[in-house]
C-alpha cells in the first residue's frame, strides 16, 4: 500500500513538472527597464541652424519577448516629464509649465503596444502614445532584440527613434518660438528578464 | 512668443462685444425692473470672454483636461447661471449666497482635477506651497467675493461704486502679467479677455444706469451689476490658482494680488467715507493700485533674472 502511494505521489510530482516546463516553453519572457543602462533622450532644431538636446531621467517599463510568436510580444514604457533635463535648469522649469509639457496635470508620457511584429533585425512595434494628454498611434522600429547572459542576467537591449511633431499633441503653438515643432525622440533601452 | 500687441486686440474684442451684447440686449427689451440686465449682463460676459479667447486661439477642449480649459469652460459659466437666477428675484438672495458659497469651495477641486495633486501616490499635498490655496483658498474666495459685494451695494448708484469692478479688471491684468512672467504664457494671456469684459460691461452698464435716471431707484438696473463683480472675483481667482498650481507663480504673491481690489474697502471709515465721490473713487483705486504694482515689479525682477537670459531678452 505504501508502495502504491509513493508511486502515485511520484508520478503526480513528475507529471507536474513536465507540465509546468512545457507552459513555460511556450510563454512570452518578461523584461523589466534596466533604467541604468537605458536613456530616452531627444533633439529639436533651435532656430532651424542647431540642434538642442535634452533627455528623461526618470523612466520605468517592461516588455514581454515571445520568440514562437513575436505578435503576442509587449512593449510598455513610462517616461516621468517632470525628469526634463537639457543641462539648463530654468530652462528646465520652463518647460516643465503649461505651455509645455504641463507636468502637474500631465506627469507621465506613455507608450503601450497594440500590435507587434518581426522584421529583421528586430521588430515594429505599434502602439498608443499619450503626451500632454493627447493620445495618437505611433509606430516604433526597435532594432535588436538579441538576448545575452552578463553576470548570471539575461538582458536584452533595443534601439530606436521616432519623430513627433509637438502641435499634434496639443502644445501651445505660440509657444513654440525658436525651437522646432518636430522633436527627434531616442530611446536605447536595455531589459533584464524577470 | 508673447504677443503684446495679440493680447491688447483680445482685450479690445472682450470688451467691444460684450459692451456692445450688453447695450443692444437692454435697449431692443426694455424692461422696468433689474432681472433682465442682469442676464443681458451674464451673457455680455459669457460672450465676450468667449469671444476675447478666440482671439488668441485659445483651444477649447471637451471635455477640458487643464486647468484653464476648466475655468473657462466650467468655473466660468457655472457662475454666470448662479448669478442669472440670483437675479430673477430678490426672494433669491440667500439661495444665491448659498450657491455661491458652495461653488467656491468648489473651484479648487475642479480646477486641480486629474492633476498631481488629487492623483493618489502623487505630490503630498500637504508639502506643497499649494497647500494653503488647497486647503483655505475656498474660504478666501467667498470673503472676498462677499466683501466686494457688499461694498458694491453700499455705494450703489454713485460713482465710487464702479471703483469695483475697475479694481478686479485692474488686479485680473495685473495676475495676468504676474503668470505670464512667470513663465506660463497662456495662462496670463487668459487675463486680458477677462480683463477687457469687465471693463466693456462696465461702460455698458453705466450707460443704461445713466439712461434710467428718471426711473423709481428700485426698478433702476444696477450701476456694478453683481454679475460683473462674481465673474471678476472668480475669474480672478481661477487665474491666480491655476499660475500657482501649474505654472511658477509664488503663493504670496498670488495671495497679495488677490486680495488687493479689497482695499476698496480703505476709505470707508468716516473721515474719508463723506468725502468728494471723485476723491474717494480715486483713493480707492490708489489703495488697490500700489499692491498690485509692486507684485508686478517683483515678478518682472524675478523674470529679469531667471527667464530673460534664457529667452535671449538681455
Known sequence: MRKFASAWILALVTGSAILASGHLAGAADEYAYDLVHSSVSFKARHLDISWIHGRFNQVEGKFSLDREDPTKSTFELKIHADSVDTGNKARDEHLRQPDYFDTKQFPTIDFKSTSTKAIKGGYEVTGDFTMHGVTKKVTLVLKGGKEIEWNKKKIVGFSTEVALKRSDFGFDKSAIGPIGDEALIIIDCEGIRN | ??????????????????????????????????????????????????????????????????????????????????????????????????????????????????????????????????????????????????????????????????????????????????????????????????????????????????????????????????????????????????????????????????????????????????????????????????????????AKREFDRSMAPLLGAS
Open chain 2, 1 to 298: 512668443m508673447p504677443d503684446p500687441l495679440l493680447y491688447l486686440q483680445a482685450m479690445g474684442v472682450a470688451a467691444i462685444v460684450s459692451a456692445s451684447i450688453a447695450l443692444a440686449m437692454v435697449t431692443v427689451w426694455r424692461s422696468h425692473g433689474k432681472s433682465w440686465p442682469n442676464s443681458a449682463y451674464v451673457l455680455a460676459i459669457g460672450f465676450g470672454i468667449a469671444l476675447g479667447c478666440h482671439w488668441l486661439a485659445f483651444r477649447w477642449q471637451w471635455p477640458p483636461t487643464n486647468g484653464l480649459n476648466r475655468l473657462l469652460i466650467c468655473v466660468l459659466p457655472g457662475t454666470g447661471a448662479i448669478e442669472m437666477v440670483a437675479g430673477c428675484s430678490t426672494k433669491l438672495t440667500r439661495f444665491a449666497w448659498l450657491a455661491r458659497f458652495c461653488l467656491a469651495i468648489a473651484i479648487p477641486r475642479i480646477l486641480l482635477d486629474g492633476s498631481v495633486y488629487l492623483t493618489p501616490g502623487g505630490l503630498p499635498v500637504l508639502e506643497q506651497p499649494l497647500a494653503g490655496i488647497y486647503l483655505m483658498s475656498g474660504f478666501p474666495l467667498a470673503g472676498s467675493w462677499w466683501l466686494l459685494n457688499r461694498l458694491s451695494q453700499r455705494a450703489e448708484g454713485t460713482a465710487i461704486s464702479l471703483t469695483i469692478p475697475l479694481s478686479l479688471a485692474l488686479a485680473t491684468l495685473c495676475a495676468g502679467l504676474s503668470v505670464m512672467l512667470a513663465g506660463y504664457l497662456k495662462g496670463g494671456a487668459a487675463a486680458f479677455p477677462v480683463g477687457g469684459t469687465l471693463l466693456g460691461t462696465v461702460v455698458a452698464a453705466w450707460l443704461v444706469s445713466w439712461r434710467s435716471d428718471n426711473q423709481p431707484a428700485v426698478l433702476r438696473p444696477s450701476l456694478v451689476p453683481p454679475a460683473v463683480v462674481s465673474a471678476g472675483v472668480v475669474g480672478l481667482f481661477g487665474l491666480l490658482l491655476v499660475g500657482c498650481a501649474f505654472g511658477r507663480l509664488p503663493l504670496g504673491r498670488a495671495t497679495v494680488i488677490l486680495l488687493a481690489p479689497l482695499a476698496c474697502w480703505g476709505p470707508e471709515w468716516r473721515l474719508t467715507r463723506n468725502r468728494n465721490p471723485w476723491i474717494v473713487a480715486l483713493i480707492r483705486l490708489i489703495l488697490v493700485a500700489i499692491p498690485l504694482l509692486v507684485a508686478v515689479l517683483l
